[in-house]
Protein backbone atom coordinates (compact mmCIF):
# COMPACT_ATOMS: atom_id res chain seq x y z
CA UNK A 1 0.00 0.00 0.00
CA UNK A 2 1.69 3.35 -0.91
CA UNK A 3 2.63 6.23 2.07
CA UNK A 4 -0.21 8.37 3.22
CA UNK A 5 -1.21 10.18 5.94
CA UNK A 6 -4.53 9.48 7.64
CA UNK A 7 -5.82 11.27 11.01
CA UNK A 8 -8.06 10.51 14.06
CA UNK A 9 -9.94 13.39 16.06
CA UNK A 10 -10.69 12.18 19.47
CA UNK A 11 -13.64 13.95 21.41
CA UNK A 12 -12.95 13.37 25.03
CA UNK A 13 -14.76 15.08 27.99
CA UNK A 14 -11.39 17.14 28.96
CA UNK A 15 -9.28 17.53 25.83
CA UNK A 16 -10.16 16.82 22.07
CA UNK A 17 -7.31 15.71 20.20
CA UNK A 18 -6.15 16.11 16.74
CA UNK A 19 -3.42 13.13 16.13
CA UNK A 20 -2.05 13.06 11.99
CA UNK A 21 0.44 10.41 11.44
CA UNK A 22 2.37 9.23 8.43
CA UNK A 23 2.34 5.44 7.30
CA UNK A 24 4.66 3.76 5.08
CA UNK A 25 5.02 0.13 4.77
CA UNK A 26 7.98 0.58 2.64
CA UNK A 27 10.30 2.78 4.72
CA UNK A 28 12.75 1.95 6.44
CA UNK A 29 11.34 -0.11 10.02
CA UNK A 30 11.88 2.66 12.25
CA UNK A 31 9.99 4.93 10.13
CA UNK A 32 7.33 3.10 8.87
CA UNK A 33 4.83 4.74 11.32
CA UNK A 34 5.63 8.31 12.41
CA UNK A 35 3.46 11.49 14.05
CA UNK A 36 3.28 14.76 12.00
CA UNK A 37 1.12 16.58 14.03
CA UNK A 38 -0.36 16.28 17.16
CA UNK A 39 -2.98 18.96 18.78
CA UNK A 40 -4.60 18.76 21.87
CA UNK A 41 -7.28 21.85 22.76
CA UNK A 42 -9.18 22.09 26.39
CA UNK A 43 -12.21 21.68 25.27
CA UNK A 44 -13.70 20.56 28.64
CA UNK A 45 -17.56 19.22 27.61
CA UNK A 46 -17.71 17.21 30.37
CA UNK A 47 -17.76 20.32 32.46
CA UNK A 48 -21.19 21.10 31.36
CA UNK A 49 -22.43 17.70 30.62
CA UNK A 50 -22.34 16.53 33.76
CA UNK A 51 -23.58 19.29 35.91
CA UNK A 52 -26.00 20.55 33.34
CA UNK A 53 -26.56 17.24 31.22
CA UNK A 54 -25.86 19.39 28.20
CA UNK A 55 -23.72 21.14 25.73
CA UNK A 56 -23.73 24.54 26.13
CA UNK A 57 -24.10 27.35 23.52
CA UNK A 58 -20.39 28.52 24.72
CA UNK A 59 -18.75 25.30 24.32
CA UNK A 60 -20.53 24.06 21.36
CA UNK A 61 -18.80 27.75 19.44
CA UNK A 62 -15.75 26.71 20.80
CA UNK A 63 -16.02 23.15 19.44
CA UNK A 64 -17.02 24.57 15.96
CA UNK A 65 -14.39 26.39 15.90
CA UNK A 66 -11.72 24.06 16.70
CA UNK A 67 -13.46 21.29 13.97
CA UNK A 68 -13.06 24.09 11.67
CA UNK A 69 -9.28 24.52 12.45
CA UNK A 70 -8.80 21.20 12.60
CA UNK A 71 -10.36 20.23 8.92
CA UNK A 72 -7.58 23.13 7.53
CA UNK A 73 -4.81 20.91 9.49
CA UNK A 74 -5.84 17.75 8.22
CA UNK A 75 -6.14 19.96 4.17
CA UNK A 76 -2.31 21.16 5.58
CA UNK A 77 -1.02 17.82 5.73
CA UNK A 78 -2.62 15.86 3.22
CA UNK A 79 -4.60 13.61 5.09
CA UNK A 80 -6.55 10.80 2.80
CA UNK A 81 -8.66 9.58 5.68
CA UNK A 82 -10.10 10.38 8.89
CA UNK A 83 -11.74 8.76 11.59
CA UNK A 84 -13.27 11.36 14.08
CA UNK A 85 -14.69 9.81 17.70
CA UNK A 86 -16.54 11.48 21.00
CA UNK A 87 -16.60 9.67 23.91
CA UNK A 88 -18.23 9.77 27.23
CA UNK A 89 -19.84 13.48 27.71
CA UNK A 90 -21.16 13.36 24.21
CA UNK A 91 -22.64 10.33 25.29
CA UNK A 92 -24.65 11.60 28.19
CA UNK A 93 -25.27 14.78 26.32
CA UNK A 94 -28.90 15.79 26.31
CA UNK A 95 -27.78 17.58 22.88
CA UNK A 96 -24.66 15.79 21.92
CA UNK A 97 -26.65 14.44 18.37
CA UNK A 98 -27.54 17.84 17.54
CA UNK A 99 -24.36 19.66 18.08
CA UNK A 100 -22.27 16.84 15.92
CA UNK A 101 -25.15 17.09 13.35
CA UNK A 102 -24.41 20.75 13.32
CA UNK A 103 -20.92 20.71 13.03
CA UNK A 104 -21.10 18.03 10.21
CA UNK A 105 -22.90 20.75 8.73
CA UNK A 106 -20.76 23.65 8.79
CA UNK A 107 -17.31 21.56 8.22
CA UNK A 108 -18.29 18.27 6.63
CA UNK A 109 -16.83 16.36 9.35
CA UNK A 110 -18.88 13.35 10.55
CA UNK A 111 -18.01 12.63 14.38
CA UNK A 112 -19.20 9.03 15.43
CA UNK A 113 -20.44 8.60 19.28
CA UNK A 114 -19.17 5.36 20.27
CA UNK A 115 -20.33 3.39 22.99
CA UNK A 116 -17.87 2.79 26.17
CA UNK A 117 -16.80 -0.52 25.35
CA UNK A 118 -16.55 -0.08 21.99
CA UNK A 119 -13.67 2.42 23.25
CA UNK A 120 -12.20 -0.08 25.64
CA UNK A 121 -12.14 -2.61 22.58
CA UNK A 122 -9.98 0.37 20.96
CA UNK A 123 -7.73 1.25 23.81
CA UNK A 124 -7.17 -2.38 23.94
CA UNK A 125 -6.23 -2.73 20.21
CA UNK A 126 -3.47 -0.88 21.26
CA UNK A 127 -1.88 -3.82 23.43
CA UNK A 128 -1.28 -5.90 19.96
CA UNK A 129 0.98 -4.21 18.21
CA UNK A 130 3.42 -3.58 21.45
CA UNK A 131 3.83 -7.93 21.10
CA UNK A 132 3.22 -8.68 17.83
CA UNK A 133 5.57 -5.70 15.72
CA UNK A 134 7.80 -4.07 18.39
CA UNK A 135 6.92 -0.59 18.27
CA UNK A 136 8.34 0.46 21.54
CA UNK A 137 12.13 -0.56 21.83
CA UNK A 138 12.81 -2.90 24.55
CA UNK A 139 15.24 -0.10 26.66
CA UNK A 140 12.53 2.06 26.79
CA UNK A 141 9.38 -0.51 27.72
CA UNK A 142 9.36 -3.83 29.70
CA UNK A 143 9.53 -6.57 27.31
CA UNK A 144 5.87 -8.21 26.82
CA UNK A 145 5.70 -11.08 28.76
CA UNK A 146 2.99 -13.87 26.98
CA UNK A 147 3.05 -15.69 30.29
CA UNK A 148 1.35 -12.78 32.17
CA UNK A 149 -2.16 -11.05 32.40
CA UNK A 150 -2.31 -7.93 31.73
CA UNK A 151 -4.87 -5.18 31.98
CA UNK A 152 -4.83 -2.06 29.97
CA UNK A 153 -6.40 0.43 31.82
CA UNK A 154 -7.15 4.42 30.32
CA UNK A 155 -8.33 6.97 32.78
CA UNK A 156 -10.29 10.03 30.69
CA UNK A 157 -12.53 12.83 32.03
CA UNK A 158 -15.57 10.38 31.52
CA UNK A 159 -14.87 7.41 32.46
CA UNK A 160 -12.11 4.40 33.00
CA UNK A 161 -11.74 1.58 30.09
CA UNK A 162 -10.19 -1.64 32.00
CA UNK A 163 -9.62 -4.77 29.38
CA UNK A 164 -7.55 -7.70 30.42
CA UNK A 165 -5.39 -9.63 27.69
CA UNK A 166 -3.67 -12.95 27.98
CA UNK A 167 -1.84 -14.66 25.00
CA UNK A 168 -2.70 -12.23 22.56
CA UNK A 169 -5.92 -12.62 23.23
CA UNK A 170 -8.94 -9.99 24.25
CA UNK A 171 -10.30 -11.61 27.78
CA UNK A 172 -12.47 -8.43 29.26
CA UNK A 173 -13.47 -4.86 28.13
CA UNK A 174 -15.63 -2.71 29.74
CA UNK A 175 -16.40 0.75 30.41
CA UNK A 176 -16.73 2.24 33.59
CA UNK A 177 -18.70 6.33 34.45
CA UNK A 178 -15.51 6.73 36.61
CA UNK A 179 -13.48 9.52 35.40
CA UNK A 180 -11.77 13.12 36.85
CA UNK A 181 -14.02 15.43 35.66
CA UNK A 182 -17.18 13.39 36.17
CA UNK A 183 -15.39 13.46 39.85
CA UNK A 184 -14.95 16.49 40.26
CA UNK A 185 -18.61 17.42 39.42
CA UNK A 186 -19.58 14.53 41.96
CA UNK A 187 -21.07 13.12 39.67
CA UNK A 188 -19.54 9.33 39.73
CA UNK A 189 -22.13 6.96 41.14
CA UNK A 190 -21.85 4.62 44.32
CA UNK A 191 -22.83 1.87 42.53
CA UNK A 192 -20.33 2.66 39.41
CA UNK A 193 -17.43 2.43 41.81
CA UNK A 194 -18.98 -0.57 43.71
CA UNK A 195 -18.85 -2.01 40.19
CA UNK A 196 -15.46 -1.38 39.46
CA UNK A 197 -13.82 -2.18 42.71
CA UNK A 198 -15.61 -5.56 42.70
CA UNK A 199 -14.46 -6.12 39.21
CA UNK A 200 -10.76 -5.74 40.15
CA UNK A 201 -10.99 -8.03 43.13
CA UNK A 202 -12.57 -10.31 40.94
CA UNK A 203 -9.86 -10.10 38.29
CA UNK A 204 -6.94 -10.47 40.84
CA UNK A 205 -8.29 -13.58 42.35
CA UNK A 206 -8.83 -15.25 38.74
CA UNK A 207 -5.77 -14.12 36.96
CA UNK A 208 -3.38 -13.84 39.43
CA UNK A 209 0.03 -11.31 39.08
CA UNK A 210 -1.48 -8.43 36.33
CA UNK A 211 0.64 -5.99 35.19
CA UNK A 212 -1.09 -2.84 34.10
CA UNK A 213 -0.26 -0.56 30.80
CA UNK A 214 -1.72 2.69 31.33
CA UNK A 215 -3.00 5.14 28.50
CA UNK A 216 -3.71 8.52 28.13
CA UNK A 217 -2.67 11.93 29.19
CA UNK A 218 -3.51 11.70 32.57
CA UNK A 219 -0.78 8.88 33.31
CA UNK A 220 1.63 10.54 30.78
CA UNK A 221 1.97 13.25 33.07
CA UNK A 222 1.84 11.64 36.48
CA UNK A 223 5.10 9.36 34.99
CA UNK A 224 6.84 12.84 34.05
CA UNK A 225 5.78 14.42 37.61
CA UNK A 226 7.70 11.52 39.19
CA UNK A 227 11.23 12.18 37.63
CA UNK A 228 11.57 8.14 37.17
CA UNK A 229 14.80 7.52 36.99
CA UNK A 230 16.19 5.66 33.89
CA UNK A 231 14.72 4.95 30.95
CA UNK A 232 12.31 2.61 31.66
CA UNK A 233 8.59 3.33 30.85
CA UNK A 234 7.49 2.21 34.11
CA UNK A 235 5.84 4.14 37.22
CA UNK A 236 6.20 1.69 40.41
CA UNK A 237 3.10 2.18 42.71
CA UNK A 238 5.01 3.36 45.92
CA UNK A 239 6.59 6.28 43.08
CA UNK A 240 2.81 6.87 42.36
CA UNK A 241 1.66 7.31 46.05
CA UNK A 242 4.29 9.57 47.08
CA UNK A 243 3.45 12.14 44.15
CA UNK A 244 -0.09 12.09 44.91
CA UNK A 245 0.47 12.75 48.63
CA UNK A 246 2.68 15.61 47.24
CA UNK A 247 -0.13 16.95 45.01
CA UNK A 248 -2.99 16.63 46.64
CA UNK A 249 -2.48 19.16 50.00
CA UNK A 250 -1.95 21.71 47.20
CA UNK A 251 -4.44 24.22 45.67
CA UNK A 252 -4.61 24.23 41.56
CA UNK A 253 -2.73 27.66 41.69
CA UNK A 254 -0.08 25.94 43.77
CA UNK A 255 -0.28 22.75 41.26
CA UNK A 256 0.64 24.92 38.32
CA UNK A 257 3.58 26.88 40.06
CA UNK A 258 5.36 24.23 41.54
CA UNK A 259 4.80 20.98 38.94
CA UNK A 260 4.37 23.34 35.75
CA UNK A 261 0.92 22.22 35.32
CA UNK A 262 -1.89 23.96 32.99
CA UNK A 263 -5.20 24.62 34.72
CA UNK A 264 -7.25 22.24 32.74
CA UNK A 265 -4.60 19.27 34.13
CA UNK A 266 -3.99 20.92 37.69
CA UNK A 267 -7.03 20.26 38.73
CA UNK A 268 -7.79 16.30 36.99
CA UNK A 269 -4.38 15.08 38.31
CA UNK A 270 -6.10 14.34 41.70
CA UNK A 271 -8.65 11.89 40.44
CA UNK A 272 -6.44 10.51 37.93
CA UNK A 273 -4.00 9.12 40.37
CA UNK A 274 -6.59 8.00 42.63
CA UNK A 275 -8.38 6.03 40.39
CA UNK A 276 -5.17 4.82 39.10
CA UNK A 277 -3.66 4.23 42.99
CA UNK A 278 -7.28 2.25 42.86
CA UNK A 279 -7.09 0.32 40.14
CA UNK A 280 -3.41 -1.19 41.19
CA UNK A 281 -4.43 -1.63 44.60
CA UNK A 282 -7.32 -3.76 43.74
CA UNK A 283 -5.80 -5.54 40.85
CA UNK A 284 -2.66 -6.26 43.23
CA UNK A 285 -0.28 -4.18 40.87
CA UNK A 286 2.83 -3.25 42.08
CA UNK A 287 3.59 -0.52 38.65
CA UNK A 288 2.09 0.51 35.75
CA UNK A 289 4.07 0.60 32.52
CA UNK A 290 3.72 4.07 30.49
CA UNK A 291 4.32 3.63 26.55
CA UNK A 292 2.65 7.01 25.85
CA UNK A 293 -0.14 5.74 23.85
CA UNK A 294 -3.92 6.98 24.12
CA UNK A 295 -6.97 6.55 22.23
CA UNK A 296 -6.25 8.93 19.62
CA UNK A 297 -3.59 6.64 18.23
CA UNK A 298 -5.89 3.21 18.33
CA UNK A 299 -8.41 5.65 15.95
CA UNK A 300 -5.85 6.31 13.67
CA UNK A 301 -4.01 2.88 14.05
CA UNK A 302 -7.38 1.06 13.25
CA UNK A 303 -7.84 2.90 10.16
CA UNK A 304 -4.92 1.78 8.80
CA UNK A 305 -5.56 -1.58 9.11
CA UNK A 306 -9.30 -1.38 8.12
CA UNK A 307 -7.81 0.08 4.64
CA UNK A 308 -4.61 -2.01 4.37
CA UNK A 309 -7.18 -5.16 4.65
CA UNK A 310 -9.21 -3.65 2.17
CA UNK A 311 -6.92 -3.24 -0.42
Request: charged share 30%.
Amino acid sequence: MKAMNLAAIDIGSNGARLLIKRFDDDGPEENRVRRVMYLRVPLRLGKDVFTLNKVSKERERMMLHMMKGYKHFMKLNNVEAYRACATSAMRDAENGRKVLKKIEKETGIRLDIISGDEEAKLLASNFFPLMSEGDYAPETLPAIDESLTYAYVDVGGGSTEVSLIQNRQLLVSHSYDCGTLRMLSGKVRKETLNELKADLAEYAKRFGKICIIGSGGNINKLYKLARVKGDKKELQLKELESLYLQLKPLSIEERMETFGLKEDRADVIIPAAEIFLMVANGLKSDRILVPYISLADSIVDGLYEQMRNET
